[in-house]
């Protein structure tokens, strides 16, 4: 059993704590923890997930941003996006199992908590471009619009700065 975090007491911050280390002490974090090859796998794995997530999601933002105007948005779009959304099925479950390992720590860590909330504003962008200026992509010029090369613009700084955060941890 993990020992108690300082903060942990009565209140909202002391109950997500007490989840925490609840969480902490579930079987697969335990094993995560115990051991030695498997956090190790787990981290490779959600480290291939992110690579062809930002990968993909980087070449479409270049494109959107003029970069290789030969290849139409859309048609680019049919082949990058299923990568995208395909590489969340190895993010998503090896941060958690990541995420449960250490979850008192990465809960009361900011660069961690930035993180989060970066990977969220990233996916409100994609949503917001999406909905938005990629509706009309079929009448796209050679040039995206001004609002969508924001979006592409935002898009690339939020995930280089998720790749940061993600780093930075090692350190902090």
Known sequence: MLPAHPAAGPGPAGAALDWTHWLAA???????????WLYPAVEI????????????????DLRVLGLGRALPVRLLAHYLLPWSVGS?????PSG????AAEAPDLAANRVFLLKLVLIAVAGLNA???HAGPYRSAERWDSRAP???????????LLWLTVIACGRLLAYV
């Open 26 to 36: 579930t079987s697969p974090a335990l094993a995560m923890r115990a051991n030695a």
């Open 45 to 60: 794995v959600h480290i291939a997930g992110f690579a062809v997530l930002v990968g993909a999601v980087a070449m479409f």
């Open 88 to 92: 969340m099925l190895l993010v998503l």
């Open 96 to 99: 958690l199992l990541l995420f």
């Open 127 to 129: 949503l917001a471009f």
């Open 146 to 156: 001004p609002r969508a090369r924001l979006h592409a613009v935002l898009s690339l």
